[in-house]
């Protein structure tokens, strides 16, 4: 169950920015004890990777805060982020770490399960993201892009370390994120049905 947690947080994760797990995965079994790939993922921790990572992090980070270009780049990172939510679910469930010391036969019975499992809910996520920021840059004057987007990168590497580091934390945030959304969508519904005034 834990492992399965810590996939759907890495994914999860990975569908608001596609770098930032697959970069904590990474840095986190090269320098720390915190978690071990298992084997065929071992290269997420290797040096140049991880630059290779670090580089695509730092131009999302700049593309996402800027209105208008954060939508291009949404575009583009429809196949970006659910192939990261895959590579993050599959590399994620299947490690050893703090908390998940033995990782069951749940998704090492049928390899490809976690990895289509961790596209479909980056996936999700994008999809709502990417529906999301433009509503958001109209009704701001493109003033949101910034903070939405650092809410975003936040929300990422604390779905990202709590994965690994306490997996429990992952169902408390996802449903905050749920609640979130909900309101955010029934808010909009509403502005939307109030009667507009002629002038």
Do not use: C
Not at 58 to 71: F, H, Q, R, T, Y
Request: charged share 15%; net charge neutral.
């Amino acid at each position: 169950m834990l492992e399965a947690l810590t996939g759907t947080g890495l994914a999860t994760a990975a569908g608001l920015n596609a770098y930032i797990p697959l970069l904590v995965i990474g840095a986190l079994s090269r320098w720390t004890g915190l978690i071990e790939t298992p084997a065929g993922w071992e290269w997420l921790s290797d040096g140049w990777v991880m630059a290779v990572l670090a580089a695509l992090l730092l131009l999302e980070v700049v593309a996402d805060k800027i209105p208008g270009v954060d939508s291009v780049n949404d575009v583009v990172q429809t196949v970006v982020r659910p192939a990261a939510g895959g590579i993050a679910f599959g590399a994620g469930s299947g490690s050893r770490t703090a908390v998940v010391t033995d990782p069951g036969a749940l998704f090492t019975s049928s390899q490809w399960f976690p990895v289509v499992l961790g596209i479909v809910l980056a996936l999700v996520v994008h999809g709502g993201k990417a529906v999301a920021r433009p509503v958001a840059n109209a009704a701001t004057l493109g003033l949101g892009a910034p903070v939405l987007s650092t809410a975003e990168d936040t929300t990422s590497i604390g779905l990202s370390l709590g994965a690994i580091t306490a997996p429990v934390i992952v169902l408390v945030i996802l449903v905050l994120l749920v609640v979130v959304w909900a309101r955010l969508y029934r808010r909009r519904r509403a502005t939307a049905r109030e009667p507009r005034v002629q002038t």
